[in-house]
């Protein structure tokens, strides 16, 4: 199946500061997904990332917080703007693997994020 | 609405022991049922999926089953190592690419 290489693996950041995430993958997709998990709770999809468009939203996720660039089919990054103590969750990035078998979605190994 | 509830919420077992986890879903329409593990501080590692007309689905120590009647999978782990500590994720997918994930079973295996 595809592998996600994510980085940084985790960060401690400043309130009002922003963090850019990046998830590189070794084969080309066609669409990969940015979700967010926070403490004890299940990953919830923040947005998918289009290459060559805007990347579409899910409700209560908009684009002057969570910023997607998505510049080619093997890369795609995620920024958390403006973060507070709120935002501190493990961030994921997504794809689907096609033509790989039964395995479905792959992750990446996740971005721990804490706002101090 | 679509859900994916688990159970249990979390549990505890000692080494060399079976479990089973459960999962019920309500999500139209349905494509595919996965099973994730995700260890602490990692992403999500699928074990296992299965379509409309599987029932059951293997991965080493892992089995899962799928009861499309009554929407409901298990996933079965038999001689429990202390490695299977981890988080289970039971995912359906409602087709179009939607993910609808399960909150997860904390499984501790202790020796």
């Known amino acids: 199946s595809a592998v996600i290489s994510q980085k940084p693996s985790r960060d401690i950041c400043q309130r009002g500061t922003s963090l850019t995430i990046q998830c590189q993958v070794d084969?080309?997709?066609?669409?990969m997904f940015w979700y967010r998990q926070q403490p004890g709770q299940s990953l919830t999809l923040i947005a998918t990332a289009n290459q060559g468009s805007e990347a579409t939203y899910e409700s209560g996720f908009v684009i002057d917080k969570f910023p997607i660039s998505r510049p080619n089919l093997t890369f795609s990054t995620l920024t958390v703007s403006n973060m507070s103590p709120e935002d501190s969750s493990i961030y994921l990035c997504?794809?689907?693997?096609?033509?790989?078998?039964?395995?479905?979605?792959?992750f990446g190994s996740g971005t721990r994020l804490t706002v101090v | 609405k679509n859900q994916v509830e688990q159970s249990p919420q979390s549990l505890i077992i000692l080494e060399g022991k079976n479990c089973t986890l459960q999962c019920n879903y309500t999500v139209s329409p349905f494509s595919n049922l996965r099973w994730y593990k995700q260890d602490t501080g990692r992403g999500p590692v699928s074990l296992t999926i299965?379509?409309?007309?599987?029932n059951t689905k293997s991965n080493g120590r892992y089995t899962a089953t799928l009861d499309a009647d009554t929407k409901q999978s298990s996933l079965h782990i038999t001689a429990s190592q202390l490695s299977d500590s981890a988080s289970y994720i039971c995912v359906v997918s409602a087709g179009g690419g939607k993910l609808i994930f399960g909150q997860g079973t904390e499984l501790s295996v202790k020796p």
């Open positions: 084969s080309q997709v066609t669409m």
């Open positions: 997504s794809v689907e693997a096609r033509g790989q078998g039964n395995y479905g979605y792959t």
């Open positions: 299965m379509t409309f007309s599987e």
